[in-house]
């Protein structure tokens, strides 16, 4: 969220001073990168975006963002931006309100197999921290927006977990007598994790296709239900 709210603070201003008359987009990846699913000698059968987001209906706010930036003849104040959005949006007090601006710019690193365990667990504590500090506000109005931000925190929290998950399966340490206890974890993950898949179709159902539905939760949960699967024939031998 901060890293949105900075490019508004700092490169609408940066367009206006440039001359932009407007911006093309030019990627329906968010990233800007694809994987790519190859035929034999070479051919492309289907190009993926590498990195996928939570639909646009839960972004409301940075919609309104960006029409406040572009309007603005001085660069966005980002956090009270957020803190009026609160206000006037779900109704918070100015304690929630500011509570909800903090939450939000709590750390949002984009997590890897390879990240360090530390910045893992800084992490792990902040998606907690802020899932806690969102599901305890309690907006007197646009009750399903604000449950957008709440899953989102939920699936960031998920996310956390299950990284933390696969570094340990992933650890030269890991052995045949951890197998047991790695998938009790994964299924404890799982079931969370489909709990949250039918809150996504509930708030979504209007703005995506089913089918759009079901690929997001499969592409979402992929890499854990493969090594779930895998990990329990292990442990059936």
Known sequence: WEK??????????????????????????TSGEYGYEWEIYGDVLDMLPIRRVYPLSGYRMLLAAHIEAVKSKTPLNTKAFVVRYAQERFGLNSRQALLFQKALWLNETLLQPKTPKKDREIAFEAAVKTSRILHALKPIRNVKELSHFILMADLRELSTKWR????????KDFTPAQVPAAVKKLTTLIKESKKQDRRFV????????????????????????????????????
Request: net charge positive.
């Open 4 to 29: 949105h709210f900075e490019n508004f603070r700092v490169y609408v201003p940066f367009t206006k001073e440039s001359g932009f008359k407007g911006i093309v987009l030019t990627s329906w990846s």
């Open 164 to 171: 933390r998950t696969e570094a340990t399966i992933n650890s």
């Open 202 to 237: 509930q708030l979504n159902k209007d703005s995506l296709y089913p089918q759009q539905l079901e690929e997001e939760i499969a592409y979402r949960n992929k890499k854990m239900m493969m090594i779930y699967q895998r990990l329990s024939r292990v442990g059936r031998k």
